[in-house]
């Protein structure tokens, strides 16, 4: 079955950098569109990022547009989000997405703090 299961969270100071990861299963990755969404605490899911299947064509939310880089690994079924300059409005779960598959993971939590 689908699995999608983010990785990388943590806690990290404004500023710093920290890279997120999505490793997929259950269905033919590399045909698949993906996307980077966030949810913060007491707010609604936002989209972050997205990947065509080949990688060839990315879009970000403008929140995030010239701090962070969507990117995948077809031979590894895995998907990436680097993330720089953070903000403490990055703070959030973070949530990778297969575009036409209805399912998603448990996330991965980033929190920017001092």
Known sequence: QVQLVESGGG?????????LSCAASGFTFSNVPMRWYRQAPGKEREFVASISSKGGTTNYG????GRFTISRDNAKNTMFLQMNSLKIEDTAVYYCSATGIAYWGT???VTVSH
């Open 11 to 19: 806690l990290v100071q404004p500023g710093g950098s920290l890279r």
């Open 62 to 65: 403008s929140n995030v547009k």
């Open 107 to 109: 996330g991965t939590l």
